[in-house]
C-alpha cells in the first residue's frame, strides 16, 4: 500500500524522470522514483522483527537456546525421526526442495522456507495461525509431518528438558499417572484418553505445549537473511558508486527494471524481504489429483476459533490492552479475494527452493515467469492477475517477450544471500 502511494506521488512529480540523480553513470540508468522504489528493497532497511505479545519469552537466550534444541529433536515425532529440521533444513534454507512436505506421510503443501518469520501476523500458506509459537504447534500433533501427541510431548520435556523448561516457565505439570498419550486431535485412542483427564489437568498439559512452542518461536525469530547481490547493487546505485554496479550483470539489471516496472513484480513482492506479507490469488494451477486449494477463505475461522490465538487462554498479551492482537480482532470475516488466496513468499534465496508455489506445482523460474505472463483463471476464486470486470479473458498488460522472461528468470538468481542467527534485536 505504501509502496504504490509512494508511486502515485512520484508519478505527479514532473520532473522525476529527468531529476538530478537520474545518472547516466554505470550500466544502468535509474530515475529518482526508480531509485527510491529500489531503496525499499535493500536489505539494510528491515527493521528489527516487531515484538509478539503473545510470547512472552521471545527475546530471552536462554528460550532461544533451548527453542534451538527442540527444533533439532527428533524425538519430537511418532517414530523419533521427524523433527522440525527435516523439512526445514538450515543447510537447504530451512527448506526441503520437495513439492509437497514428507514427514510421517506426505501432505497436500509445499514446506515453506523459515526467514525472518517474525515479521509475518499470519503464518502458513492460508494464514491459520496468527503467531510464530502457535504455528509451531500445528505440525507436532500433525499426522503427516510429525505425527506426536501433546501429552507425549509434554512428559518429553519432563524427561529431557526439565531444568531449561522450568527456569523459563516455572514448574512443569504433575504427570504422575496421567497416560502415554492424548490429545484433543489425533487418533480416537488419544481423543478419548483427553476427555478422560479433568479440565486443570488438559489446561496444565496445554499450557507446557502452548509454552514448547514459545521456545521455538523465539528460535525461528533470529533467523534472519544476509545481503544477496541485489542488495550490493542497490547500495552502488543508491550510494553513487558506478564501479560497484558490477554485483548484477547487464541481463540481471534488466530483469531488475522490469520487475519494479511493466512486470508489476513489486506490487506483491514488496519491502526488503521481497513479500507484502498478504494473500493473493495469482490463479496458480492446482496440484493434480489434489483437490483445488481454498487458500486463505477457510483459514480465517479456523484462525479465530484456535485456542492457542492471540486471544485464547495461553496467550501472554494482557487481556485488556487495546493495542494487542490488533490483526485477529479486525481481522475480515468475509473477504471474496481470499478464496484461493495463498501468502505471498519472500524471493530471498528463491533460486535456492525449487519447486515453487504452494504445492511445488512450477519446476523452475522460467516456469514461473511464464505463468504471471500468461495469468490463466483461478481454478478457485478469481486471480488479480486477470483484470476485474465481465472482460474475464482481459489480461493485466505483463506482456513479456522470451528475452525479457529470461532477464528476469535471471534477475531472480541474483537474491540469494546467507541466512545466519541473528541475536536479539538484530538482523544478519
Ligand atoms: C513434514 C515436513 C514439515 C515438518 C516436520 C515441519 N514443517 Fe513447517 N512447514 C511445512 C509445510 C508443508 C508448511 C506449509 C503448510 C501449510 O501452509 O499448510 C510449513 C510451514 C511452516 C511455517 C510457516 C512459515 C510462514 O512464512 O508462514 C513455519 C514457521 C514452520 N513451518 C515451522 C515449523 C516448525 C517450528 C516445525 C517443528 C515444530 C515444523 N515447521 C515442522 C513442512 C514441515
Ligand atoms: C498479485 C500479487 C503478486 C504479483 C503481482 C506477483 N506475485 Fe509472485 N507470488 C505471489 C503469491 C501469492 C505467490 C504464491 C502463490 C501460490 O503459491 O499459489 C507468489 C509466488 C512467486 C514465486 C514462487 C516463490 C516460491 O517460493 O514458491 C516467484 C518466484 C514469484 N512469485 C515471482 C514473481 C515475479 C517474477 C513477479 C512479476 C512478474 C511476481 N511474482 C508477481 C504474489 C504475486
Known amino acids: 500500500m505504501k509502496l504504490r502511494l509512494l508511486l502515485a506521488i512520484a508519478a505527479l512529480l514532473p520532473c522525476a524522470a529527468t531529476g538530478p540523480w537520474a545518472s547516466a553513470a554505470g550500466n544502468s540508468t535509474w530515475t529518482a522514483t526508480e531509485r527510491a522504489v529500489l531503496a525499499t528493497l535493500h536489505i539494510g532497511g528491515l527493521p528489527p522483527p516487531p515484538a509478539d ?3 512472552a519469552v521471545e ?22 525421526q521427524v523433527a522440525c529440521a527435516s523439512c526445514h533444513a538450515p543447510e537447504r534454507g530451512f527448506q526441503d526442495g520437495r513439492p509437497l512436505g514428507q514427514g510421517l506421510a506426505t501432505g497436500s503443501r509445499r ?24 504455528q509451531a504447534l500445528g505440525p507436532l500433533e500433525d499426522g503427516a509431518e510429525h505425527g506426536a501427541n501433546r501429552m507425549q510431548l509434554v512428559q518429553l520435556l519432563a524427561r529431557a528438558y526439565r531444568p531449561d523448561y522450568e527456569a523459563l516457565f516455572g514448574p512443569l505439570p504433575g504427570l504422575d499417572g496421567l497416560p502415554a498419550a492424548a490429545s484433543p486431535l489425533g487418533a480416537a485412542a488419544e481423543r478419548e484418553a483427553w476427555a478422560r483427564l479433568s479440565a486443570a489437568q488438559q489446561e496444565s498439559v496445554n499450557r507446557a505445549f502452548a509454552n514448547l512452542g514459545k521456545a521455538i518461536a523465539a528460535y525461528e525469530r533470529r533467523l534472519s537473511p544476509g545481503e544477496s547481490r541485489l542488495d550490493r547493487y542497490i547500495a552502488a546505485v ?27 513484480c513489486v506490487s506483491c513482492h514488496s519491502g526488503p524481504l521481497l513479500t507484502d506479507q498478504h494473500f493473493h490469488n495469482t490463479g496458480v494451477p492446482p496440484r493434480l489429483p489434489l483437490e483445488p486449494d481454498r487458500g486463505r477463505e477457510p483459514a480465517v475461522a479456523r484462525v479465530k476459533a484456535d ?13 485488556g490492552a487495546p493495542d494487542a492482537c490488533q490483526e485477529l480482532r479486525f481481522i475480515a470475516d468475509t473477504d471474496p479475494h481470499m478464496l484461493g488466496a495463498f501468502k505471498t513468499p519472500s524471493l530471498r534465496n528463491v533460486a535456492e527452493r525449487a519447486p515453487y508455489m504452494h504445492a511445488g506445482q512450477l519446476a523452475t523460474l522460467e516456469q514461473v515467469v511464464a505463468h504471471y505472463v500468461t495469468a490463466p483463471d483461478a481454478a478457485v476464486g478469481h486471480s488479480e492477475l486477470a483484470r476485474p470486470g465481465q472482460h474475464r479473458t482481459e489480461r493485466r498488460p505483463i506482456a513479456l517477450d522470451a528475452a525479457e522472461a529470461a532477464d528476469l528468470a535471471a534477475l531472480l ?15 544478519c
Open 53 to 55: 505479545p503473545s510470547n
Open 59 to 80: 527475546a530471552r537466550p536462554e528460550a532461544a537456546a533451548l527453542g534451538k534444541r527442540l527444533f533439532f529433536d527428533t524425538r519430537l515425532s511418532a517414530n523419533g
Open 111 to 134: 514446506t515453506m522456507q523459515v526467514m525472518a518469520p517474525a515479521h509475518a501476523s499470519w503464518f502458513f500458506w492460508d494464514g491459520r495461525k496468527d503467531s510464530l509459537w502457535s
Open 238 to 264: 543508491i550510494g553513487g558508486r558506478p564501479q560497484d554496479e558490477a554485483a548484477l550483470s547487464p541481463q540481471e539489471v534488466r530483469g531488475l527494471r522490469l520487475f519494479i516496472g511493466k512486470a508489476q
Open 307 to 319: 485456542p492457542f490465538n492471540c486471544l485464547g487462554p495461553f496467550s501472554d498479551a494482557p487481556p
Open 413 to 427: 538468481r541474483s537474491l540469494s544471500g546467507p541466512l545466519c542467527e541473528a541475536s536479539e534485536g538484530h538482523r
